[in-house]
């Protein structure tokens, strides 16, 4: 009984937090001022290509990490291994809030060893590891989190009931070593951005995005940044005001293991056509769009595809066109699971990569539409044998979604998501610029 009236306590706390502008239950380390913006480190990891951050949780507060993920409604946890805390509570399946976070199941009873993965009367959700596409169901419950506000040395902002969901050991199969579950950074109200800019009161609902390429022995970088915050790089450049510009869209049906009659939480853009080396492809545009009823087609971002996912007949035109704009490099045997390659040590190298010719990603149907220019650092891999292989990989026929945007075609790009706005803003690559996303560092004491 106790511990269903703390449960139920602070999950009215959290609901009026999360609902209401003016609350403060959380603040700065030593003072009561809210931060402007969090910061979560990030790192690539060598083994399997995936964007590792570190957060503080828990009743004391120990590291956690995590693979960020554009996707899941949550953040989920392994809950079953070694989680020790005093300030965990379980979300009651009668409470509004368990109701806003869309869950249609209870977890009524639970006989075994109390702890955060068994609780009694308790709301659940359906944590997934989106790298592997394998869910299951999990207690859903709050617990401290605490996350550093400078890109230095500076103060880490706690929130006290953090909502995020359990998940099973056998969860975490398949992610980087040392992680424990995945941290969220999708549009739904209870992934880190909007569920942080509501604890901190921060002022807009937004975070920068600034994926690695390569794998670091020095501090992390600041991958992510919630809230207001300039996008400074070494060796001072800043990024501040020089994004393009386009809408995210809101595909109305969730490709994901979430509930009947849920919006999708990932990220959609408009992409309305695809240009080689300035020439435009060829393709069925009625794939470029989302089907309303379906939820099949459109382009999203992905964290969790390591390259970009094309279509069939998208595939076929672009690696196509690719092919004859590059007919005077020679080709080198195919490499799984890329199919276009070539000999790497007869193709240049410039200052955004290899000297192969240029993809666009053009945004929006109207004159003067941006496009995501992409350069040889973002379109062409390392492979095997010295082979250099276009970044693409073959969808099949029917895919959910017909262009995935993978990890490499977003690494050393600033990525701005202006959740209030429903718009990306885009840098294209940084190093034109001479820097790149490792260049913003974080204190290694902060994490």
């Known amino acids: 009984m106790a511990r269903t009236m703390a449960s139920l306590a602070v999950s009215i706390a959290l609901l009026l937090c999360l609902l209401s502008p003016t609350c403060r239950a959380a603040t700065r380390s030593g003072g009561n001022k809210p931060p402007r913006a969090v910061m979560l480190p990030v790192r690539k990891d060598a083994a399997t290509g995936q964007y590792v951050t570190t957060f503080r949780q828990r009743t004391p507060l120990v590291p956690v990490t995590a693979v960020l993920d554009l996707a899941s409604?949550?953040?989920?946890?392994?809950?079953?291994?070694?989680?020790?805390?005093?300030?965990?509570?379980?979300?009651?399946?009668?409470?509004?809030?368990?109701?806003?976070?869309?869950?249609?199941?209870?977890?009524?009873?639970?006989?075994?060893?109390?702890?955060?993965?068994?609780?009694?009367?308790?709301?659940?959700?359906?944590?997934?590891?989106?790298?592997?596409s394998v869910s299951t169901s999990g207690n859903i419950i709050t617990d401290v989190l605490a996350l550093p506000t400078?890109?230095?040395?500076?103060?880490?902002?706690?929130?006290?009931?953090?909502?995020?969901?359990?998940?099973?050991?056998?969860?975490?199969?398949?992610?980087?070593?040392?992680?424990?579950?995945?941290?969220?950074?999708?549009?739904?109200?209870?992934?880190?951005?909007?569920?942080?800019?509501?604890?901190?009161?921060?002022?807009?609902?937004?975070?920068?995005?600034?994926?690695?390429?390569?794998?670091?022995?020095?501090?992390?970088s600041v991958g992510a940044v919630i809230g207001d915050a300039p996008h400074?790089?070494?060796?001072?450049?800043?990024?501040?005001?020089?994004?393009?510009?386009?809408?995210?869209?809101?595909?109305?049906?969730?490709?994901?293991?979430?509930?009947q009659g849920d919006k999708s939480d990932e990220y959609f853009i408009g992409v309305s056509g695809v240009k080689v080396n300035g020439r435009a492809v060829p393709l069925n545009a009625t794939l470029l769009a989302v089907n309303k009823k379906t939820g099949n087609g459109g382009a999203k971002l992905s964290t969790a595809a390591p390259y970009t996912v094309l279509e069939t007949s998208i595939y076929r035109a672009v690696t196509a066109a690719f092919a004859a704009a590059t007919a005077g490099i020679p080709r080198a045997p195919a490499v799984a699971p890329f199919k276009l390659c070539y000999d790497g040590s007869k193709v240049g190298s410039t200052r955004v990569g290899p000297a192969v010719p240029n993809i666009e990603l053009v945004l929006g149907n109207s004159k003067g539409a941006p496009s995501w220019v992409v350069f040889g650092a973002n379109s062409m891999v390392a492979a095997r044998g010295g082979a250099l292989c276009l970044a693409v990989v073959d969808g099949g026929k029917a895919p959910t979604t017909s262009v995935v945007i993978g990890g490499h075609m977003l690494e050393d790009n600033l990525l701005e998501f202006d959740l209030d706005r429903s718009r990306l803003g885009f840098s294209s690559s940084l190093l034109f610029r001479q820097t790149n996303c490792n260049n913003f560092h974080i204190s290694g004491s902060q994490l």
């Open 73 to 132: 409604p949550t953040v989920w946890v392994d809950c079953e291994k070694r989680y020790a805390s005093s300030t965990y509570r379980g979300l009651p399946c009668e409470s509004k809030l368990c109701r806003l976070t869309g869950s249609g199941s209870c977890a009524t009873a639970c006989y075994g060893k109390p702890g955060p993965s068994c609780l009694n009367n308790t709301c659940s959700g359906l944590p997934q590891n989106t790298a592997t």
């Open 150 to 220: 400078t890109p230095r040395q500076g103060p880490l902002a706690t929130a006290p009931a953090f909502l995020f969901t359990c998940g099973a050991t056998f969860l975490t199969k398949g992610l980087a070593a040392g992680a424990t579950g995945m941290a969220s950074l999708s549009r739904n109200r209870f992934a880190l951005p909007a569920q942080l800019a509501n604890t901190f009161r921060l002022p807009r609902t937004k975070f920068a995005l600034c994926l690695p390429s390569t794998p670091s022995s020095a501090a992390p």
């Open 232 to 259: 400074v790089f070494q060796p001072g450049v800043d990024l501040s005001g020089s994004l393009a510009y386009t809408p995210l869209l809101v595909n109305p049906v969730s490709g994901l293991t979430h509930f």
